[in-house]
Each structure stands twice: as C-alpha cells, then as structure tokens.
C-alpha cells in the first residue's frame, strides 16, 4: 500500500466509526431512559417515532434551537472551550481501539482500527486524562460557585482513580507484552481473557472506568442534589448537549476499551477453528465485539440505576485504601502467573 | 415491634460491596421484567372511583330541570368566591330556580364546599378531570356546561349519602 492508499482508507475508517459513535450516543441516552424506566415499572419514552426511536434527534433538535446562555461572570472564551475539549477527547480516544480483524478490500489488508499505533494504550491513558481539563475548566470558567465545586471534585476523583486505573492496567500489559491494542487482543485468543486470569485487575478497572466517565455511582462532580448540575450547571443549548453527548460517548469507549483490555476484544472464542472464509469471519469477529460492548453499556445503565451515589469521602476512600492497594496486588498475581504458569 | 440496633461497624462482607452491589442488581433487574404501571393517557384513561373530587357540576333532574332552588348556600361558602348564583321565581311547584349559575373554573380549588353545603344535593362533583382552557372566558362555566344528567352522577350521589 502507497502512502495515498493508507490516506483514503484511514479517511474512510474515521468516517465510519466517527458515524457509529454519534449514533451509539444518539441511541446511548434513548436506551439510558428506556432501562431506567424498566427498572421503575415505567414505559419510558414512546412516542417520537417507532417505540420512542426517534427520541434523541427530538431532544438534539430541541437543545439546537434553544439560546446559548452564557453568564456575565463567565470567562467567556474558556467557557466555550471546555465542551469542545470533552467532544475532542471523547471521539478522538477511540482512533487505537481495534473493533475486528484484518478484512481484505481490493486486494489490500487493512486492519479494523483506525490508527494501529504501537504505544495505543499510552495515548487512550493520555487522552482520558486530558478529558479532566474538560470539566475543570468548565466548571471554573463559569463562574459559579457550584460548577467550581463540581469541577473541583472532578479533578481530585480522576486523579485518584487514574492511578489504579493505570496499575490494573499494568497487570493487561505484563501479560500481553505490548502497548499496542490489536497485539493486546490477539494475547487473548480463546478463553485467555484477561478478565478470567486477573479478576482482582478486571474489577479495580470496571470501577475506576465508571468514576473516569462520571457515571453513578460515581458522578461527583455534577451530583445533583449538592451541585444543582455540578460543572454543567451554566451551560444551556448546544454547549451543554456537547457535555451531555461527552459523557455518554466516554461511556461508549471505556466500555471498547474494556472489551478490548479484559474480555478478549473482537475475538470470538476459538472461532479460527470453524474454518470460516475470510469475510464471515470479519463479520462475525465485529458482531462479537458490538455484543461485548453493548453488554457493557447496558451494564453501565444498569448499575447508575441500581446503586446510590458515593459520598466524597467514601469515594476518596474507596480510591486510594482499596482500588490502589487492589491494582498493586493484581499486578504480583499476573508477575506470579507469568512466572509460575509460563504465560 | 422491638427497636433493630443499628451496627456500629459493617461486617466484612458489606465492607467491599460486592455482595451488596450485586443485591441491588439483583432487585432492579426483576423490577425490567415486571409489568409496568404507565398509563398510557390520552388512548388510556383514569376513571376515578366515587370519592374523586372533579368539576362540579349541577344535576338536572330526568324531567330536565335543575335541582338547585338557588339559595345561594353554594357561593356565600365558596373560599376562592368562584360560583355565581342569580335567583329567578316561576310557577312551578319549586318557587325558585337559578336564572344563572356560573363557576369561576380557574378560580375553584375543588375543595368540594358547595357540595357539602347543598341542602338539595343540587351540586356535586363529577368525575371529570379533564379541565383546560385556552383562555379565560372558556374558563368560566355556565349551566349550559354545568347541568348534568342525574343518571350520570348517580355514584357520587350514593357516596355522598354513606359517607357524607
């Protein structure tokens, strides 16, 4: 493949995923209310479009034509900044996250991630970790007291969790022996998911995944009840609806992420071993991967609407006495396994 | 029943609240696959049991005349002062009859007073919850809006006469 080659397919995978996220989020909130109202013995919503279906474009629509409001203590240009910085984050994580296999198109084959980047996880850590100024600086920026509060729990809460966070996934690398994410998910060819053979790292992971994207039980930092909206408190129209869509597509890519880190990626279980052609195996490889995912993401619906909100200490507690200690001691088992069981 | 002691310490296992996650888990995911309680309004409707204080309304006997003899009972305990009521005499064997009966409807609270008051059991509260207004002469009620047929409110008038 010439260098123009690499340039029109790396276009068209951007497009193509760039397009599936926007529509995951899009149904992400639609099936965020339809859970939630199941667990309540509800109905939820149903009459934009078949069954509710066309809910979220109603509600996109309506943030659209809604006056951008912006306070008169707010540093204006900050302030319109910080959502463009948590879109930026939120869809540019996901360029290393492979979602299939190689497939062959005109005789070329090209792998199913955007961008194979050798030191994939460091960027994913990198960029996450960027996504802290997002909410930061909104909440500074705006100029009330209560977004200031939010975003300062924001920063102290990724700060602690990024560390177990990156400790379990130390445990993914020593085994894996790379930092590129396709070679990550090809080390757990089978049933040598990463999630079977370190447990104690998969949990610490989970957790620390759901207090990165601000999800219950975890959302400090816009918590209601004590912040009225927490960091997004002075935003309205598009700039909130850009907040909104951040959180629900960080959810979508930590839930890849841990697809691809813990449960074996887009690989189906011993499927090499069917003889499948080519293509059905690409197929059936993206499907694996879009079930892991959504399992994940209902997952992730699930527990904000089973379990209440973390008091502050509790949570800085539970990140720096347990999932802390539990990520190092995750990292001795996998150093144990590799040196007792050979891995 | 005797006092539970609350524990001062949790127990291991509610400690590292896994177990205890799970329980929750547990219990919202039977809750999806229970029936559902929505009612899905404007196709569905509520129909509301004989105790149920909706819009008053005047009840007209089968003959199709109104019961109220337009003492005026009605008005004089009216809190918000939302029923207006103007007594006329004819040759009838009921002397008196409302020459016009008005209900302030974005006055009234539905406090069900006028009912209470009503020696004739003239006025009582309907049912109808379905109240709204695109401006504020719709609002108000005349008898034309407000004579009801006896048979219609026959459940709140058999209520009223037990519980009352």
């Known amino acids: 493949m010439n260098i123009l080659q690499i340039i029109i397919f790396t276009i068209v995978k951007i497009l193509i995923v760039v397009t599936i996220i926007l529509l995951a989020v899009t149904y992400l909130v639609y099936f965020e209310r339809k859970i939630s109202a199941w667990a309540q013995n509800r109905i939820g919503p149903n009459r934009v479009g078949w069954h509710g279906a066309l809910q979220s474009f109603a509600d996109v629509l309506k943030l659209l034509l809604k006056e951008d409001i912006v306070p008169d203590a707010a540093n204006k240009p900050i302030h319109t900044l910080a959502p463009i910085i948590a879109l930026f984050v939120s869809f540019t994580t996901y360029a290393v996250i492979p979602f299939g296999p190689n497939i062959n198109v005109f005789g070329f084959s090209v792998p199913l991630v955007v961008a194979d980047v050798n030191i994939g996880i460091l960027y994913v850590l990198a960029l996450t970790s960027l996504g802290v100024y997002a909410i930061t600086l909104a909440g500074w920026s705006s100029g009330s007291k209560y977004s200031l509060l939010g975003g300062i729990r924001s920063s102290a809460q990724m700060i602690s969790y990024e560390i177990s966070m990156g400790f379990s996934i130390g445990g993914v690398l020593l085994l894996s022996q790379s930092l590129r994410p396709v070679e990550i998910v090809q080390a757990q060819s089978g049933w040598m998911w990463n999630a079977i053979l370190q447990p104690v790292g998969f949990i610490t992971f989970l957790v620390s995944a759901f207090a990165e994207t601000n999800r219950l039980p975890f959302d400090l930092p816009e918590a209601e009840p004590e912040l009225v909206g927490g960091y997004h408190t002075e935003y309205s129209s598009m700039k909130f609806a850009g907040f909104f869509l951040a959180e629900y597509a960080n959810m979508f890519i930590a839930s890849a992420l841990i697809v691809t880190l813990y449960l074996g990626g887009w690989q189906f279980p011993y499927l090499d071993h069917f003889g499948l052609s080519n293509g059905w195996f690409a197929v059936i490889s993206v499907i694996t991967f879009a079930i892991k995912v959504a399992a994940l993401l209902f997952f992730f619906i699930w527990v904000r609407w089973s379990i209440p909100r973390f008091r502050y200490d509790q949570l800085m507690n539970l990140g720096w006495k347990v999932m802390f200690p539990l990520s190092l001691l995750n990292i001795i088992w996998v150093a144990v396994l590799i040196m007792v069981f050979k891995l | ?164």
């Open chain 2, 1 to 164: 029943m005797a006092l539970k002691r609350r524990k001062k310490d949790l127990t291991f296992l509610e400690k590292i609240y896994i177990p205890e996650i799970a329980k929750g888990l547990a219990l919202t995911f039977k809750n999806m696959l229970k029936p559902k309680f929505t009612m899905q309004y404007p196709e569905e409707k509520f129909i509301p049991p004989p105790s149920y204080r909706g819009r008053p309304v005047l009840v007209m006997e089968e003959n199709g005349l109104e019961r109220c003899v337009a003492c005026g009972l009605c008005s004089r305990v009216c809190p918000p002062l939302a029923i207006e009521v103007q007594a006329a005499e004819t040759d009838r064997e009921k002397e008196r009859y409302p020459i016009k009966f008005e209900i302030n409807m974005l006055r009234c609270i539905f406090c069900g007073l006028c009912e209470e008051v009503c020696p004739e059991e003239a006025i009582v509260m309907s049912k109808d919850y379905e109240l709204a207004f695109t401006n504020r002469k719709d609002a108000l009620y005349g008898k034309d809006k407000l004579l009801t047929p006896v048979k219609q409110l026959q459940d709140r008038i058999n209520f009223l006469r037990n519980y009352k």
